[in-house]
């Protein structure tokens, strides 16, 4: 019965957040000046794949189709720096990602570039997602000084979670001179402490969980043939991201390297004319049809990744019920509210350091607990 009644309140806040939320984000014809000003306010993750090598070919990953290990295409860097501007302009100061479908660290100039950040954009949080397989105590020392806030680190067992978890969890701590934290009551996984940013580790084991269809490009892998999407999709509000050919990708499931992703590509940020604001904009007909009830089409269909709770979920953004709570006095602050809270989850990684069994209390960005 709770269960039912906590699904139910789920349901309908997500119904109220799709339905209150500004006309203006499924708009394409809005000025720049006012994406701006919507970017500033429901953009959560800007994500950034540095370059397209990967050191692996995972069977759970389209890199198991897709050749990243025969050379490898680094961002350009005045793409890169015309993004952290960019941001710069907005004051940006929720998180940039290191991630995509490339091995972060397993390039030289990552650390470099999360430096770069950190000058240009003070505020950010940045994460970076790692295999792990770079990890060391050297490389953990210059993630230190380069200003990394956190690092995720995926294990991935080849049989048995429970049998391998033990090994690769001891192999980390050995390479790197950390210590593995028992399980902290933020994330499901453990912390290796040492360091003075946040590392988080994870065990994942495919096998024993649905894995994602990654935009159809894994379906007969993912087990996903006879699903349809009904489920809403948040993501092209809140979370954005740039493969390392400088294209703008629909979200983070996708990529302009596989042939059916191609109609997912929604502009190129190496056109001195594109920004990501123009970008940010691009996304208003892929929101509205996101949003809206049914069964969702292209890339969309087979996705089940779903970071918001699980589906099916059929109702979703309706003209006539927008317009009615757009006109509700304080609606427009209650889907602020409802915006911010999801946004707010970065106060809990901004502290620092050596958290033993819990982590610290949250406290100014960057700042070290004691």
Not at 32 to 59: A, D, M, P, Q
Not at 63 to 84: C, E, G, H, Q, Y
Not at 225 to 233: G, Q, S
Request: aromatic residues 10%.
């Amino acid at each position: 019965m709770l269960h039912f009644i906590n699904a139910s309140l789920r349901a309908l806040l997500k119904l109220a957040a799709a339905n209150a939320l500004p006309q203006e984000l499924f708009d394409p014809k809005i000025e720049i000046g006012r994406s701006k000003e919507l970017f500033k306010s429901y953009v959560k993750h800007f994500e950034i794949e540095h370059h397209s090598y990967c050191n692996r070919t995972c069977w759970f990953c389209p890199n198991s189709v897709v050749d990243r290990k025969s050379v490898n295409l680094r961002m350009n860097k005045k793409t890169l720096l015309k993004i952290f501007s960019q941001l710069a302009e907005i004051d940006y100061d929720q998180s940039i990602i290191w991630g995509g479908y490339g091995e972060p660290l397993s390039d030289e100039t990552i650390f470099d570039d999360i430096r770069m950040a950190r000058d240009m954009l003070p505020h950010v949080y940045q994460r970076l997602y790692s295999n792990g397989d770079y990890l060391t105590a050297e490389v953990v020392r210059r993630l230190e000084a380069a200003g990394l806030d956190q690092l995720r680190v995926s294990l991935y067992p080849e049989s048995d979670r429970d049998l391998e978890m033990p090994k690769l969890l001891k192999s980390l701590e050995d390479r790197t001179g950390l210590k593995i934290a028992t399980k902290t009551r933020e994330y499901d996984g453990v912390q290796l402490i040492g360091s003075s940013f946040l590392i988080l580790v994870e065990v994942k084991d495919f096998r024993a969980k649905h894995m994602f269809s990654r935009g159809g490009a894994l379906l007969k892998e993912s087990g996903q043939e006879a699903y349809a999407r009904t489920l809403l999709c948040f993501s092209p509000i809140q979370h954005l991201s740039v493969a390392y050919d400088g294209q703008c990708m629909l979200c983070c499931q996708v990529r302009p390297d596989v042939k059916e992703h191609q109609s997912a590509i929604v502009g190129n940020l190496n056109d001195e004319h594109y920004s990501i604001f123009h970008y940010y904009r691009d996304l208003a007909l892929s929101r509205e049809v996101l949003l809206c009830s049914g069964i969702k089409k292209g890339v969309c269909t087979s996705c089940n990744f779903n970071p918001f709770g699980a589906g099916p979920y059929k109702l979703g953004r309706m003209g006539s019920l927008s317009k009615i709570l757009n006109k509700i006095p304080g609606s427009k602050a209650f889907v602020n509210y409802l915006w911010l809270f999801p946004r707010m989850d970065r106060e809990r990684y901004k502290q620092r350091g050596d958290g033993g069994e819990d982590y610290c209390d949250p406290g100014t960005a960057h700042q070290k607990c004691s």
